[in-house]
Each structure stands twice: as C-alpha cells, then as structure tokens.
C-alpha cells in the first residue's frame, strides 16, 4: 500500500492509544516501573506514544495506586481498571466504555522502542475501507528468533489477512525452501465496533494453547489485516530485554532518534 500522510490519517476519525499499565506482571515483575535510564519503562513508552501525531489522546490502563500515583505525577490522563481482566484488549474494551474514539490502538506498556512509523503502519489498513476491523504490524523475523517462542509469528494471505499467529516457527519448511519468516509486533487497532465484540467473544482453544489473544479473533472469524514495518521494537519481558532497550538507548542517545 502507499505512504499514507497525516491528512489521510484525519479521514479515520478520532483515534486514541491505550497503554494497559499492568504491575503484576508474571515474567518480570513490576516492570512498568522498573527504573530504565532513570526514568521509569512505562515513562517511556507514554512519551513515544504522545510522539505519534496520529493519535488524538493517549489513556494509561492502570490497575493499582503505585502505577496511579506516576500518571497524576507525570499529569498523564488513565483511569483504573479492574486487576481481573486478562488481557490488554479487555482493560481497553474498559477504557472505550468512557472514552468515545472511532479507532482504539492497544500500545504495550513495555514497548519503549515505539515510533511514529509503527503507528502509520498500523493504521493504514483502515483506509482500505470498513471492511477492516483490526489491524497489525509484522516485521522481518531474525533468523535468531525464528525459533524463540517468545517471538510470535504470523502468516498472512496474499491480501493481507493474518492467517494465523504461533509461538512456533511458521510456516515449517519441510523441504529446506527458506521461506520468509515475519514477527508479530505486539500492537493492535480496533474500530469501536470491533472491540466491543471482542469483550463478548470467550477465549478458545487455540488461544488457551498458545497464550495469544489475537487467536480469539480468528477462532470466531474476524480478520485482523497485518502490514510490514521495517522496524522492530523491543517488548521487554525479561531482565535481559530490559538491558538491551537500554544499551539500545544508550546506542541512540535518546527516544526521539528513533525512526
């Protein structure tokens, strides 16, 4: 598809970025606020995001007073959400229930490394028409996490429609053909329409197997659109990661250098 502008953008409506903001995180816990380059990681992931012109308002997902406290310090707006919901779509599903917008982008709080061209990216599938309902990005996978479970792949049709995301490497090159591979970047946009139907929508056995929310979609036939970015970012889901967003940064000299 063509470069897209900001004007094209406009046509969309208003589009808003919700940052889920959860403490009790399994992996690494805490991480929102864990200290990176003396400030903390949900810092900034905030600051790329309101970096993104595309986005009317950005909202900040929280689900505990200490997460709380640094949005009324920093003078973020967020609003609370229940510690139970299991997903970050879900705690956005919650924020739309206050926050009107024609399209709800889910930003990870642990993706620093977050850029403008992540989110021209992602919300240029919406202006093929409203046929979209949710769209993603995918990059090139590196042949290092080819078979790194905490890599998520994907597959796509020709039109671009996500045939299905796995942990695994897919496809399997069973006759040694080098296909490409392509990582599933962990950012998400909804019309309004279809968000409300992923809260009533319960999760099903692909998604109970490979711990990937976006399954639930495809197990009831709705079609996420995937465009490239050239760009990766960096989730940061362990203390190894959280070191190489920061030797990254510190490689960079700071977020606004980035693409």
């Not at 019309?191 to 692909?206: D, I, K, M, S, W």
């Not at 960096?234 to 203390?239: A, L």
Request: charged content about 25%.
């Amino acid at each position: 598809m063509p470069e897209s502008t900001t004007s094209d953008f406009r046509s969309l409506g208003r589009v808003v970025a919700v940052i889920p903001a959860r403490l009790a995180s399994t992996r690494l816990p805490r991480k929102v606020l864990r200290p990176l380059l003396g400030k903390p990681l949900l810092q900034w992931v905030v600051e790329a995001a309101q970096r993104c012109p595309q986005f009317s308002e950005v909202v900040i997902a929280v689900d505990s007073d200490e997460v709380a406290a640094l949005c009324e310090r920093e003078r973020w707006p967020y609003q609370r959400t229940d510690t139970a919901l299991p997903s970050g779509t879900d705690r956005m599903h919650a924020i739309a229930q206050n926050v009107d917008a024609d399209i709800y982008v889910n930003v990870q709080g642990d993706e620093p490394l977050l850029a403008p061209v992540h989110i021209d990216a992602l919300l240029r599938p919406f202006l093929l028409g409203a046929h979209v309902e949710v769209a993603t990005v995918k990059t090139p996978c590196s042949p290092e996490n080819v078979h790194n479970p905490n890599a998520v792949k994907v597959v796509t049709a020709n039109d671009g429609r996500a045939l299905y995301f796995s942990r695994a490497a897919i496809p399997y090159d069973r006759d040694g053909a080098q296909p490409a591979y392509w990582k599933h970047l962990g950012l998400y946009a909804y019309r309004r329409e279809a968000l409300l139907r992923f809260a009533q929508l319960r999760p099903g056995t692909l998604e109970q197997a490979e711990r990937l929310e976006q399954l639930r979609l495809l197990e009831n036939g709705v079609s996420l659109y995937v465009e490239p970015v050239p760009f990766d970012t960096v989730g940061v889901d362990t203390e190894e990661d959280l070191l190489r967003v920061e030797a990254l940064l510190r490689e960079r000299g700071s977020a606004t250098s980035l693409p």
